[in-house]
């Protein structure tokens, strides 16, 4: 269920040190740290494409959730993992061009991040209409046919761009958690753009630094971050986080499959939860803060946080170490021999089922040739 925002927003005119985030217990928003970002604060996601061209990275692809193609592939409650998603290799200019496509679409779609052809209402405000005003305007500009009917099935086929192939109007389209020293490395004024010292770290900028450049509808499923905390900087667009205390974790079913680094997810979709399935989750208490462009959330350690990406949205964020991070670690290496080794056992279980079905058929097939 959810809750107001657990803490008041942190003032503007308050100084704030790295002590000051350790201490914080609950997540905080602070508003109007980065005014200084002069450059990063223009970062919409067309830009970034346009900026990044003919670099090359893995896009996460998925089905919106409420459209046809959702409902043809997965159940309405179902959580959708990395392994549920489709990774597709493109440039960045290629991503420019799926939203030139999605702008196209724009008119006869709803304002539900969730799909074209979703029942659920939007969660969006009047504060992001600047962004979106700002990004289909520069689509307009750049792509003279943007009033131009959708390309049909056949174009998207034939124009050699992996990503036009799904529909804007079915699909969101994610690069997420991109280190800035990898996509960045050919443009260095993106590094420069971002300082955290406004957080008092000196020195640390986008080389210490992910990038998010996401579609309306693209999300992160529920989980928590075995080590360290997080700093998240909304340059763009808006997105909705929904926030549970440690201390509610039995409620959420944790689960370690599929096996992700630093990673313990939720066996629930906090969207449409399955209360027959997972009845504790009725109790759990869920608390919602929705990012604004130059909004900075914080999350402290172990909170379990479910992202869903309101407007087409770029976000970066910064990892914080702990002193507890060591620990968290050796009991993570020790995860990953136990999930290896539960992967190989099923994989032996599974030759073995193999092996005594064909030699039941052998047999069977013995019996009738006597």
């Given at each position: 269920?959810a809750?107001?925002?657990?803490?008041?927003?942190?003032?503007?005119?308050?100084?704030?040190?790295?002590s000051h985030?350790i201490q914080l217990?609950n997540?905080?928003?602070?508003q109007?740290k980065i005014n200084s970002w002069d450059f990063a604060?223009?970062?919409v996601p067309e830009?970034i494409c346009d900026?990044l061209?003919?670099?090359?990275t893995?896009?996460?692809?998925?089905?919106l959730?409420?459209?046809r193609t959702?409902?043809?592939?997965?159940?309405?409650d179902?959580v959708l993992f990395?392994?549920?998603?489709q990774?597709?290799?493109?440039?960045?200019a290629d991503f420019?061009?799926?939203?030139g496509?999605k702008a196209?679409t724009h008119?006869?779609?709803?304002?539900d991040?969730?799909?074209?052809d979703?029942n659920v209402?939007?969660?969006?405000?009047?504060?992001?209409?600047?962004a979106c005003?700002?990004?289909q305007?520069q689509?307009?500009?750049t792509?003279?046919?943007?009033?131009?009917?959708?390309l049909t099935?056949?174009?998207?086929?034939?124009?050699?761009?992996?990503?036009i192939?799904?529909p804007?109007s079915?699909?969101?389209?994610?690069?997420d958690?991109k280190?800035?020293?990898?996509?960045c490395?050919?443009v260095?004024?993106?590094?420069?753009?971002?300082?955290w010292?406004?957080?008092?770290?000196?020195?640390?900028d986008?080389?210490q630094s992910?990038l998010?450049?996401?579609?309306r509808g693209a999300?992160t499923?529920?989980?928590?971050d075995?080590?360290?905390?997080?700093?998240?900087?909304?340059?763009?667009g808006k997105k909705k986080?929904?926030?549970?205390?440690?201390?509610?974790?039995?409620?959420?079913?944790p689960?370690r499959?599929?096996?992700?680094?630093?990673?313990?997810?939720s066996?629930?979709?906090?969207?449409?939860?399955?209360?027959s399935?997972?009845?504790?989750f009725a109790?759990?208490t869920a608390y919602?803060?929705?990012?604004s462009?130059?909004?900075v959330?914080?999350?402290?350690?172990?909170?379990?946080?479910?992202?869903?990406?309101?407007?087409?949205?770029?976000?970066?964020n910064?990892?914080l170490?702990?002193?507890?991070?060591d620990?968290e670690?050796?009991?993570e290496?020790l995860?990953?021999?136990l999930?290896s080794l539960v992967?190989?056992l099923?994989?032996i279980?599974?030759?073995?089922e193999?092996?005594?079905?064909d030699?039941?058929?052998?047999?069977?097939?013995?019996?009738?040739?006597?």
């Amino acid at each position: 269920m959810a809750s107001s925002f657990p803490v008041k927003h942190w003032p503007a005119t308050d100084a704030i040190l790295p002590s000051h985030l350790i201490q914080l217990k609950n997540p905080t928003i602070f508003q109007g740290k980065i005014n200084s970002w002069d450059f990063a604060r223009n970062w919409v996601p067309e830009l970034i494409c346009d900026l990044l061209g003919e670099k090359t990275t893995t896009f996460k692809v998925c089905p919106l959730w409420g459209t046809r193609t959702y409902r043809k592939q997965f159940e309405e409650d179902q959580v959708l993992f990395e392994t549920d998603c489709q990774f597709v290799e493109a440039t960045f200019a290629d991503f420019r061009a799926w939203l030139g496509e999605k702008a196209r679409t724009h008119a006869g779609s709803t304002d539900d991040p969730r799909g074209a052809d979703s029942n659920v209402s939007s969660t969006g405000g009047d504060d992001g209409a600047t962004a979106c005003v700002t990004a289909q305007h520069q689509r307009d500009q750049t792509h003279e046919g943007s009033r131009d009917a959708p390309l049909t099935k056949k174009a998207r086929l034939l124009s050699g761009n992996p990503l036009i192939r799904y529909p804007p109007s079915q699909y969101w389209v994610y690069a997420d958690y991109k280190y800035m020293t990898e996509v960045c490395s050919d443009v260095p004024e993106l590094l420069c753009a971002i300082d955290w010292s406004v957080f008092g770290f000196p020195g640390r900028d986008g080389t210490q630094s992910t990038l998010w450049v996401g579609s309306r509808g693209a999300c992160t499923p529920c989980h928590y971050d075995t080590y360290g905390c997080n700093l998240v900087a909304q340059l763009s667009g808006k997105k909705k986080w929904t926030l549970f205390s440690p201390e509610d974790s039995a409620k959420l079913y944790p689960s370690r499959l599929p096996y992700e680094e630093s990673s313990v997810f939720s066996s629930i979709n906090v969207e449409s939860a399955d209360l027959s399935r997972h009845p504790n989750f009725a109790t759990a208490t869920a608390y919602e803060a929705l990012l604004s462009p130059g909004d900075v959330l914080y999350v402290p350690p172990h909170w379990w946080h479910y992202v869903q990406c309101m407007e087409d949205s770029v976000s970066v964020n910064t990892w914080l170490e702990l002193p507890s991070d060591d620990n968290e670690r050796v009991k993570e290496a020790l995860v990953r021999t136990l999930v290896s080794l539960v992967t190989f056992l099923k994989c032996i279980v599974k030759r073995a089922e193999m092996i005594v079905v064909d030699l039941l058929l052998s047999l069977c097939i013995g019996v009738h040739c006597v």
